[in-house]
Nanobody
Framework: QVQLVESGGGLVQAGGSLRLSCAASGRTFSRYTMAWFRQAPGKEREFVAAYTWAGFTSHADSVRGRFSISGDNAKNTVYLQMNRLKSDDTAVYYC?????????????????WGQGTQVTVSS
């Protein structure tokens, strides 16, 4: 089993920044993809960004240029640096992982999920 623990969420003013972290523990894999998804109130969960063990990344159009995903393989941790935050970014942010490489954007491709961390952007 894999456990994912997110941290770094909180309340921030529009235009501000936050950095989310997701640490994986338990069973780990040499090749994997870790991703961030988010779910705003009344909306479906959506893809935000993905990171592969080889260092490849992908970002949703809505966050490209403002958010940046990165990872530390030695620490089994992935980060999401969020800059120029907008009220539309308010959501619960979830970390997910799967023991294979690929910049998948659909929820069904991921096997393990964290419990989420709340990000609230005030306007």
């Amino acid at each position: 089993q894999v456990q994912l623990v997110e941290s770094g969420g909180g309340l921030v003013q529009a235009g501000g920044s936050l950095r989310l972290s997701c640490a994986a523990s338990g069973r780990t894999f040499s090749r994997y993809t870790m991703a961030w998804f988010r779910q705003a109130p009344g909306k479906e969960r959506e893809f935000v960004a993905a990171y592969t063990w080889a260092g490849f990344t992908s970002h949703a159009d809505s966050v490209r240029g403002r958010f940046s995903i990165s990872g530390d393989n030695a620490k089994n941790t992935v980060y999401l640096q969020m800059n120029r935050l907008k009220s539309d970014d308010t959501a619960v942010y979830y970390c997910a992982t799967v023991p294979k490489s690929g910049l998948m954007t659909d929820e069904a491709s991921y096997d393990y999920w964290g419990q989420g961390t709340q990000v609230t952007v005030s306007s």
